[in-house]
C-alpha cells in the first residue's frame, strides 16, 4: 500500500463503513441505526434554532378578513404567530441531512453537520493517489450516509406523530427546553434519555479502534523484520562480505 499503514488504514475504512451507505450485511446497517432519542435530539435541536433565529423579528401580522360588518383585521406580533412555527417546521426534517456521520465520536456526538475527520482522512489518502474502495462511486461520498437518512424518515414520522405536542410547547411551554418538554416529557420513557445529556467538549472520541489499529500496525511491522531474514541462515553487515 505505499506509504499508508495497512493498520491506520483499516481502522479508518472500518469507521467510516458504519455511516457511509457501503455495500454491507443488513443486520450490521441495523446495529447502529439512529435510536429514538438520537432522533428526538436533533429534532429539538433544529426546531429550537430556528426559533431562535427568527424570533426577534418586530414584523406583526394581520390576520382575517375586513367584514362588510367593518370587523377589523386582528395584528399578531409574528414572533409569537402560528406563521413562525409553521414555517420554522417546513423542511425541518429536511435539515437532518446536512448531517454527517462522525464515527470517531461517541454515541449521539456521532451525528453532527460538517465533514467528519474520518471522511477528511479518507479524502486525504485519495489526495496523495492512494486508492480507497468503499464500494461507492468517489462523487457520491458526500452524499447522505444510511443514518442519516434514516434519521430523516424518523424525524418526519416524531414530527407527524407529536405534532400537538410541539405546537403546545410553542404556545405555551417555551419557558423550558423544547429538548426536556418534547423529548423527556412526551416521546421517550426515563430510562431512554441519556442521549439527551451527551453534549461536544472536543473529547468525546472512540478509542477501541485507533487501539486495534495500533495493536495490528505492530503486528505487522513484526511480520515484515521476520520475512526480511533468510531462514536457518544469520544476518550479516555489509561491511562484513
Same mark, same amino acid.
Given at each position: ?77 409574528? %414572533? /409569537?404567530?402560528? =406563521?413562525? $412555527?409553521?414555517?420554522?417546521? *417546513?423542511?425541518?426534517? &429536511?435539515?437532518?441531512? @446536512? ?45 447522505? %450516509? /444510511?443514518?442519516? =437518512?434514516? $434519521?430523516?424518515?424518523?424525524? *418526519?414520522?416524531?414530527? &407527524?406523530?407529536?405534532? @400537538? ?56 511491522? *513484526?511480520?515484515?523484520? &521476520? ?15
Amino acid at each position: 500500500m505505499g506509504p499508508v499503514r495497512l493498520g491506520i488504514f483499516l481502522f479508518i475504512l472500518t469507521a467510516y463503513g458504519a455511516g457511509a451507505g457501503t455495500p454491507k450485511e443488513e443486520d450490521e446497517d441495523t446495529e447502529r441505526l439512529p435510536s429514538k432519542c438520537e432522533v428526538c435530539k436533533l429534532l429539538s435541536r433544529e426546531l429550537q434554532e430556528e426559533l431562535s433565529r427568527t424570533g426577534r423579528s418586530r414584523e406583526v401580522l394581520e390576520l382575517g378578513q375586513v367584514l362588510d360588518t367593518g370587523k377589523r383585521k386582528k395584528h399578531v406580533p409574528y %414572533s /409569537v404567530s402560528e =406563521t413562525r $412555527l409553521e414555517e420554522a417546521l *417546513e423542511n425541518l426534517c &429536511e435539515r437532518i441531512l @446536512d448531517y454527517s456521520v462522525h464515527a470517531e465520536r461517541k454515541g449521539s456526538l456521532r451525528y453532527a453537520k460538517g465533514q467528519s475527520q474520518t471522511m477528511a482522512t479518507l479524502k486525504g489518502l485519495v489526495q496523495k493517489g492512494v486508492k480507497v474502495d468503499l464500494g461507492i462511486p468517489l462523487e457520491l461520498w458526500d452524499e447522505p %450516509s /444510511v443514518e442519516v =437518512t434514516f $434519521l430523516k424518515k424518523q424525524c *418526519e414520522t416524531m414530527l &407527524e406523530e407529536f405534532e @400537538d405536542v410541539v405546537g403546545d410547547w410553542y404556545f405555551h411551554h417555551q419557558e423550558q427546553p423544547l429538548q426536556h418538554f418534547l423529548c423527556e416529557g412526551h416521546v421517550l420513557p426515563a430510562a431512554e434519555t441519556t442521549c439527551l445529556q451527551e453534549t461536544w467538549t472536543g473529547k468525546e472520541k472512540t478509542t477501541d479502534g485507533q487501539e486495534n489499529a495500533e495493536e495490528e500496525e505492530e503486528e505487522e511491522e *513484526e511480520e515484515e523484520e &521476520e520475512m526480511t531474514k533468510t531462514p536457518g541462515h544469520p544476518k550479516h553487515d555489509p561491511e562484513d562480505l
